[in-house]
């Protein structure tokens, strides 16, 4: 893997040119160094229009991101560290997991099960043990 690419799965890799990040002043710890150094990683990722995703995969992910591009870019920001270096692979992972899951096949559909007869059982046995509870604790001699 070349330096600058991020590995998503074993099989997607985002190129480095695909990538844009963007340094800020973040807020938080830092102390006289706060005002000064820009620490702040706004990480994007044009996942529309992306070459290193192959068409249906490039559709899913844009299907499932909906809520979270703009214009088809997606942005993640990472500014929990004190130093630049950690929020740029603190926002990498965070976008690489954004992009596997938005990635993931879906799951396989739910085959429709019925509770077996002793199921059933338990279940009308256990709710007439608590009706019985009940009845003694109002006193009805029923």
């Given at each position: 893997?070349?330096?600058?690419?991020?590995?998503?799965?074993?099989?997607?890799?985002?190129?480095?040119?695909?990538?844009?990040?963007?340094?800020?002043?973040s807020s938080g710890p830092g102390g006289q160094g706060v005002n000064t150094a820009d620490s702040r990683v706004e990480l994007s990722f044009d996942?529309?229009?992306?070459?290193?995703?192959?068409?249906?995969?490039?559709?899913?992910?844009?299907?499932?991101?909906?809520?979270?591009?703009?214009?088809?870019?997606?942005?993640?920001?990472?500014?929990?560290?004190?130093?630049?270096?950690?929020?740029?692979?603190?926002?990498?992972?965070?976008?690489?997991?954004?992009?596997?899951?938005?990635?993931?096949?879906?799951?396989?559909?739910?085959?429709?099960?019925?509770?077996?007869?002793?199921?059933?059982?338990?279940?009308?046995?256990?709710?007439?043990?608590?009706?019985?509870?009940?009845?003694?604790?109002?006193?009805?001699?029923?």
């Amino acid at each position: 893997m070349a330096a600058g690419e991020m590995r998503v799965t074993d099989s997607v890799v985002i190129p480095a040119g695909e990538l844009t990040e963007r340094f800020s002043r973040s807020s938080g710890p830092g102390g006289q160094g706060v005002n000064t150094a820009d620490s702040r990683v706004e990480l994007s990722f044009d996942v529309a229009g992306s070459a290193a995703l192959p068409p249906w995969l490039r559709q899913r992910a844009v299907q499932r991101l909906a809520n979270r591009l703009v214009g088809g870019v997606l942005t993640v920001t990472a500014s929990e560290h004190r130093n630049q270096l950690a929020n740029r692979a603190a926002a990498r992972d965070r976008l690489s997991a954004l992009l596997r899951e938005a990635i993931a096949p879906p799951a396989p559909p739910r085959r429709p099960t019925r509770p077996s007869r002793a199921a059933k059982e338990r279940r009308i046995s256990d709710k007439k043990r608590r009706a019985q509870t009940k009845r003694l604790r109002r006193g009805d001699p029923d």
